[in-house]
T-cell receptor, first 113, second 113 residues
Framework: AQSVTQPDIHITVSEGASLELRCNYS??????LFWYVQSPGQGLQLLLK??????LVQGIKGFEAEFKRSQSSFNLRKPSVHWSDAAEYFC???????????FGAGTILRVKS | DTGVSQDPRHKITKRGQNVTFRCDPI?????LYWYRQTLGQGPEFLTY????????KSRLLSDRFSAERPKGSFSTLEIQRTEQGDSAMYLC???????????FGPGTRLTVT
C-alpha cells in the first residue's frame, strides 16, 4: 500500500537556523514526490517536486529536497529559516503518470526569534 | 493565470442539508482533483477527472457524495444529507498531463452543525 510518513508532528527552529523535515514513503513503483506548504486556513502551495534525474531538487523560497531511493526518503531542507516559513509542510507521493497523491500527516514548523 | 479558485470559501450547514461546492481549475489544465482534509491530517484523495470523465473515485466518496465536470472545465462536488463527520476542508486541484504536478485552490471549509 502507498503511504507517506512524516515522523515529526511539530518542529521548532530559531530564525536563521537550518531546517530539515523528514519524509519516508512506501511505494511499489517509480514515485513522483512532492513537498507542499500550507499556511493556516489556506490551500497548499507546491514547493518542489522530484520526477527523475538529479536526486537533489531545488524549489521555491530557498527550499531543496534530496531523494534517496535506498532509504525511501525525500527530506526537505533549508539552510536559513525565516519567520515567514512558519507553516505546515506536507510530503506527498504519486504515480508516474499522475492521478491521486498520497499525503503525509504534515509537520508544523514554528520559528522562534 | 489566476490559479485554482473555489467557491464558497466557508459553508456552515445543518445536519441533513445538501451542499454544493464549485471549483474552477487553471484554464489549460485538463485534470481536476478533489481532496478532503480534516484537522491535523494531510489531504485525502476523493476523486479526479480527466476532461469531463471521472476516472477514479476513492472509497471515501460514499453514495451521498457526487462530483461532476460537465464540460471539462469547472467541477462541482455535492454532498447530500450532510453529517457532522463531513465537516472538513474540501480542496480542489488541477494539473496538466504531463507534467502532472497538482496546483491547489484555497479550499472550502464545511462545518456541519
Amino acid at each position: 500500500a502507498q503511504s507517506v510518513t512524516q515522523p515529526d508532528i511539530h518542529i521548532t527552529v530559531s530564525e536563521g537556523a537550518s531546517l530539515e523535515l523528514r519524509c519516508n514513503y512506501s511505494y511499489g513503483a517509480t514515485p513522483y514526490l512532492f513537498w507542499y506548504v500550507q499556511s493556516p486556513g489556506q490551500g497548499l502551495q507546491l514547493l518542489l517536486k522530484y520526477f527523475s534525474g538529479d536526486t537533489l531538487v531545488q524549489g521555491i523560497k530557498g527550499f531543496e529536497a534530496e531523494f534517496k531511493r535506498s532509504q525511501s526518503s525525500f527530506n526537505l531542507r533549508k539552510p536559513s529559516v525565516h519567520w515567514s516559513d512558519a507553516a505546515e509542510y506536507f510530503c506527498a507521493v504519486g504515480p508516474e503518470y499522475g492521478n491521486k497523491l498520497v499525503f503525509g500527516a504534515g509537520t508544523i514548523l514554528r520559528v522562534k526569534s | 493565470d489566476t490559479g485554482v479558485s473555489q467557491d464558497p470559501r466557508h459553508k456552515i450547514t445543518k445536519r441533513g442539508q445538501n451542499v454544493t461546492f464549485r471549483c474552477d481549475p487553471i484554464s489549460e489544465h485538463n485534470r481536476l482533483y478533489w481532496y478532503r482534509q480534516t484537522l491535523g491530517q494531510g489531504p485525502e484523495f476523493l476523486t479526479y477527472f480527466q476532461n469531463e470523465a471521472q476516472l477514479e473515485k476513492s472509497r471515501l466518496l460514499s453514495d451521498r457524495f457526487s462530483a461532476e465536470r460537465p464540460k471539462g472545465s469547472f467541477s462541482t462536488l455535492e454532498i447530500q444529507r450532510t453529517e457532522q463527520g463531513d465537516s472538513a476542508m474540501y480542496l480542489c486541484a488541477s494539473s496538466q498531463e504531463p507534467p502532472y504536478e497538482q496546483y491547489f485552490g484555497p479550499g472550502t471549509r464545511l462545518t456541519v452543525t
